[in-house]
């Protein structure tokens, strides 16, 4: 019968930080521990560097995924972060650098080419561009969709809304239009204030004006 071995693991993290921030500390701006996951904040512009460094020198395999993090009130307001897997190790990481919108980070398709995707999806969902990607396009918004809908000041209504017409039998585009004005509620009940009784409501005994509170 085989025997199912779990991959090595780390004995600390501690021991991580200390191995991969000898090895990247030309372009490392700090490295830290927060709710059991290691995280590297690196120069923006070596960020290639950096993750071709922890994928041949350090085995963490695959880049499993790249996020966007909007922070309005920063002066380079977006963080992209890289979160790579060790298969061998058993162990992930986690690879940040600040982006603005007018300041392109540098592609990693060159290391992982699902990295076309994932950089797609960041550019789409907050503006941060990505120089060197061969497609870098729209990946979940439609066409002609304007603004990023991942920002922290983008509208939850958007801009633009989409219908079919039946009198062009064809779909159209126009200004958000809301179909009711927003409702003041008064929290006694979800849709008509006091003067509806919801069904069930009425079983629940009123206490008298004036009873306290037990």
Known sequence: MAVLHSAPKFASNEGV???ISESISVWLIDANEAHGEV????KRDDIARVLRTLRDDHAYQQLMEIAGVD???????FEVVYM?????????VMVKCSADENTPVPTVTTLWPNAGWLE???FDMYGVTFAGNPDLRRILTDYGFEGHPFRKDFPLTGYT???????EKRVVYEPVELAQEMRDFDFLSPWEGTDYVL????????????????
Do not use: C, M, W
Request: proline share 8%; charged share 45%; net charge neutral.
């Open 17 to 19: 930080i200390d191995a």
């Open 39 to 42: 995280s590297f904040r690196v």
């Open 71 to 77: 922070y309005p009130d920063r002066a380079e307001r």
């Open 84 to 92: 790579l897997q060790s298969l061998t190790k058993n162990h992930r």
């Open 120 to 122: 797609r999806e960041v």
């Open 161 to 167: 809304e989409l219908r079919y017409s039946e009198e």
């Open 199 to 214: 069904p069930g409501d009425e079983k629940v005994p009123a206490k008298p004006e004036g009873e306290a509170k037990k």
